[in-house]
């Protein structure tokens, strides 16, 4: 099997993926030809003897991308590294190949003609099993860094691109965020979010809270996934956050976990969020809400 290996280095941190790469292709019987891309060539230390080098004036994925698809034939078994940048180039490249692409990629192994790939997906819950003959991957910053040390390679040609980019950077802006308001109120599975949502949206804006949501909300389609609260959402820490019909789930306490005074309404007295509150009020959160919303009126 005929591999290219294409490392970015506009980080300096190709020391790293080098090692990453050792690891993961460790198992698989391969041919490897190793590219490094970036903005200005240096010595390597790599998994093989010869390297390609090729200099950019600048990043810029579309180029770099065009630059590889069009003038270095690579094989249509590309691996790129665990950085930023070559998700971003892997994408780009995959589409433009026509090769299937996978992102984060934790082992791979040999299968005859074709390579299995194993990833996480669904926000890290399940573990995937993918096969392909051809592929453009990049490494999962969890692969782990070899122990064994790289071997200094040899430059076959630092090829030069100068930059012919079609897009213009206009401008380059951080983005304002919101600050977190002093209140959290959060909704779980126990709200009826058919009738009460808007309701609670309302209430949340007379009190001047943020609206958070529990795993089954978000994944019910009631609310966005930038209102989940937990592990696999958001840390919340306000001064005071009310839960609705939460149970408390270990994975979603930490993200409530920081806040100041927690109240919760849950029908349930046993349930687990009431160990973890401040104050627990047992009953239906609507007789909750209507009282809160009645002094607002
Ligand atoms: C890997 C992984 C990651 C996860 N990450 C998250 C995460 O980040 N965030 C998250 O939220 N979940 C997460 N989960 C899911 C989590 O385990 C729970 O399933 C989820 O938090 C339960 O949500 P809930 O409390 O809204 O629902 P439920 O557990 O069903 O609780 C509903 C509660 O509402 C109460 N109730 C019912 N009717 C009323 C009423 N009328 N008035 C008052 N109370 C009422 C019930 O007594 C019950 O306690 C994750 C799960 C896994 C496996």
């Known amino acids: 099997m005929n591999i ?38 240096s010595q ?16 810029d994925s579309e180029v770099i991308a065009n630059y590889i698809a069009k003038h270095l034939e690579p094989s249509r078994k590309i691996i790129f590294d665990s950085s930023i940048l070559s998700r971003e180039l892997a994408g780009r490249l995959s589409y433009k190949l026509n090769i299937p692409g996978l992102i984060d990629v934790r082992a791979m192994k040999s299968n005859n003609e074709s390579v299995i790939f194993t990833k996480h997906v669904y926000a890290a819950n399940l573990v995937a099993e993918f096969e392909t003959i051809d592929f453009c991957i990049t490494l999962s910053k969890t692969v782990p860094k070899s122990e064994e040390s790289l071997k200094p390679s040899t430059i076959n040609k630092v090829h030069q691109v100068s930059m012919d980019s079609t897009v213009k950077v206009l401008s380059v802006n951080p983005i304002l965020k919101e600050k977190d308001k002093d209140m959290l109120i959060v909704i779980g599975r126990g709200v009826d979010v058919t009738n009460d949502l808007n309701k609670i949206k309302t ?50 306490y930490p993200g409530i976990e920081k806040s100041k005074v927690i109240i919760s309404i849950n029908e349930d007295k046993d349930a687990p969020i009431m160990k973890y509150s401040d104050y627990c009020i047992q009953s239906d959160y609507k007789d909750i809400v209507n009282y809160l919303e009645g002094l607002y009126e």
């Open 4 to 41: 290219t290996v294409i490392i970015s280095d506009f980080a300096g941190e190709h020391e790293t993926y080098f090692k990453q790469l050792k690891s993961f292709i460790k198992d698989c019987i391969a041919s490897v030809k190793v590219i490094v891309i970036t903005d200005k060539a």
């Open 203 to 252: 209430l949340t804006a007379h009190m001047d809270a943020d609206l958070g949501a529990s795993r089954p909300i978000c994944m019910g389609g009631y609310v966005s996934l930038e209102h989940l609260v937990g592990v696999s959402g958001k840390i919340y820490s306000p001064k005071i956050c009310i839960t609705l019909g939460v149970s408390g789930a270990l994975a979603f």
């Open 44 to 59: 390597y230390a790599s998994i093989v003897d010869r390297i390609d080098v090729i200099e950019f004036e600048a990043y």
